[in-house]
């Protein structure tokens, strides 16, 4: 019975007369509904899989062609680069080593089956390899501002990337590789998180030439780690620690718009490859500046506490000494991370001569205005109020 059952099945996979016959009356019909008709190719600049294939009006239920691994999916870059994935009928394989909920808030991005959870393990190369098996496109996120017992900043930053990149092109399929960086990042770099992703740069184009860099600016969004760290001390402690004189100028960057530039460049034609881009907003921002804007946007009294770089540097250096010498893992860093305190010595900004958003014809959003509206929750009395609105009283008379 299953020698019957195998014949049936070789039967089932060859072409039915019917078929045939179709084909012998209309000779098109294999170059209109093949994968060579322009509706159904693809516009992705091909290696080693060949000709993808498209169906569809490039929507949600949609299927571009491309099945993308994004390793660092759950994180805040993440899950935009996924739904803007997922929005155009991509397959979204999502590589997650937490707890089953890390992932949850990403499968309702795309329709049944496109947002695919994988567990896996970034120190194992197998689950890796599982991960990345069915893929042609891959995105590196994985990114770390902090460091912690288990992931120092050259693991999470670097290693990790080399090791991607050279999976990556052992597999021999992928066919657009894209990581993600920082701007700013530097081999004389104060900041040991921007050392290491300016090695992982290196180290990525030296195994896939053809890989494209992104290093976007400090990400403004509903999940940020600046503008809501900023609101809620403020908040609570009723002023703001400045680290600095301030005087540091940024050019931060609306999340949505990095993630629209990393969907841009796999949609290219492959212009983009090989190339790094450096990804910061339309406007030029100093720290202070910055904390001027979040303060406007909560509708409370600017008041801040300056702290000079010998002091603040002085305040997060225990955690550092004492990271891998207690028994036990320690708090995230806050405001004071001294490793974020060294990024803060030297300006952020885009280079004169960089490719930029412009390069891949999208225009960055301001800051002022919708980006920054999810700040409207930390407003005293609901979105319509706040101190500086419906009290009108004066810094002098707080408590």
Known sequence: MQAVARR?????????????ALKSIHPLFDSYYGADHPRCGSTLATKGLGHLVRKGTGGRSSVSGIVATVFGATGFLGRYVVQQLAKMGSQVLVPFRGCEDSHRHLKLMGDLGQIVPMKYNPRDEASIKAVMAKANVVVNLIGREYETRNYSFEV?????????????????????????????????????????????????????????????AIMIGTEDRIMNRWAQIAKKYSFLP????????????????????IVAALKDDGTSMGKIYELGGPEVFTVHELAELMYETIREWPRYLKVP???????????????????????????????????QTTDTVVSENALTFNDLEIMPHKLKGYPIEFLACYRKGGPQFGSTISERVSPDAWP
């Open 8 to 20: 049936l099945g070789h039967q089932s996979l060859s072409p039915s007369p019917s078929i045939s």
């Open 309 to 343: 770089f010998p002091i603040a540097k002085a305040i997060a250096t225990p955690r550092e000494i004492l990271l891998n010498k207690v028994p036990f893992p320690l708090p995230k860093p806050d405001i004071f991370n001294l490793d974020q305190i060294l990024a």
């Open 156 to 216: 999470a930053n670097h290693f990790m990337a080399e090791q991607l990149a050279t999976i990556a092109k052992e597999h021999g399929g992928i066919i657009r590789y894209i990581q993600v960086s920082c701007l700013g990042a530097s081999a004389s770099s104060p900041s040991r998180m921007l050392k290491a992703k300016a090695a992982a740069e290196e180290a990525v184009l030296r195994e896939l030439p053809e890989a494209t860099i992104m290093k976007p």
């Open 242 to 261: 400045l680290i600095g004189d301030g005087s540091t100028k940024i050019q931060p960057v609306y999340v949505v718009d990095v993630a629209a530039a």
